[in-house]
T-cell receptor, first 115, second 115 residues
Framework: AQKITQTQPGMFVQEKEAVTLDCTYDTSDPSYGLFWYKQPSSGEMIFLIYQGSYDQQNATEGRYSLNFQKARKSANLVISASQLGDSAMYFCAMREGSWNNDMRFGAGTRLTVKP | DGGITQSPKYLFRKEGQNVTLSCEQNLNHDAMYWYRQDPGQGLRLIYYSQIVNDFQKGDIAEGYSVSREKKESFPLTVTSAQKNPTAFYLC??????????????FGQGTRLTVV
């Protein structure tokens, strides 16, 4: 069974600095995808970035990048140049490539950006 | 605009009553999901459906029921057997199928409170 672990319940970062949010995963399926979502206090889930298990390069989307270390089964999210609006919950998720491929989430990390 | 609509946004239920949460999508997605989120916690999978007339239990299905009679709709019933139903409920949808590792799109959520 797939499993997602986020070990940082809360993180603080100074505005304009970079921050790394950790995510490790466990799966026996060679085909899988890793996702990061942002959840502001409004509760909506905002998709940020995706990394496929066969992708050779780390994914990037604007200020977001994913540090994918396949052998270590980690998929850390890096946010560069933090902004006050980045304060939110961040969730790592995984979806396997098999037919019955539901999406499972980690416990989340609450990021607070300080001015 | 394509998207997922959850209704109502807020719902109050008396103890012992069943209540149904609505989720409709017009993204032409085969897969739909229901998650429960408790304050400060991650998303836990209740039920998911990969195709019409089929659905699978997630990690916390006890006390909940679903139906998938139409591709666009995946209602969740919180029954009186669910002992602690107060939570934030999120519905999502995605492309389905072998190798379909794509992001899930979420509704705005329903906040259920037992009074």
């Amino acid at each position: 069974a797939q499993k997602i672990t986020q070990t940082q319940p809360g993180m603080f970062v100074q505005e304009k600095e970079a921050v790394t949010l950790d995510c490790t995963y466990d799966t026996s399926d060679p085909s899988y995808g890793l996702f990061w979502y942002k959840q502001p206090s409004s509760g909506e889930m905002i998709f940020l970035i995706y990394q496929g298990s066969y992708d050779q390069q780390n994914a990037t989307e604007g200020r977001y990048s994913l540090n994918f270390q396949k052998a270590r089964k980690s998929a850390n999210l890096v946010i560069s140049a933090s902004q006050l609006g980045d304060s939110a919950m961040y969730f790592c998720a995984m979806r396997e490539g098999s037919w019955n491929n539901d999406m499972r989430f980690g416990a989340g990390t609450r990021l607070t950006v300080k001015p | 605009d394509g998207g997922i609509t959850q209704s109502p946004k807020y719902l109050f239920r008396k103890e012992g009553q069943n209540v149904t949460l609505s989720c409709e999508q017009n993204l032409n997605h085969d897969a739909m999901y229901w998650y429960r989120q408790d304050p400060g916690q991650g998303l836990r999978l209740i039920y998911y459906s990969q195709i019409v007339n089929d659905f699978q239990k997630g990690d916390i299905a006890e006390g909940y029921s679903v139906s998938r009679e139409k591709k666009e709709s995946f209602p969740l019933t919180v029954t009186s057997a669910q002992k602690n139903p107060t939570a934030f409920y999120l519905c999502a949808s995605s492309i389905s199928g072998q190798g379909a590792i794509t992001e899930a799109f979420f509704g705005q959520g329903t906040r259920l409170t037992v009074v």
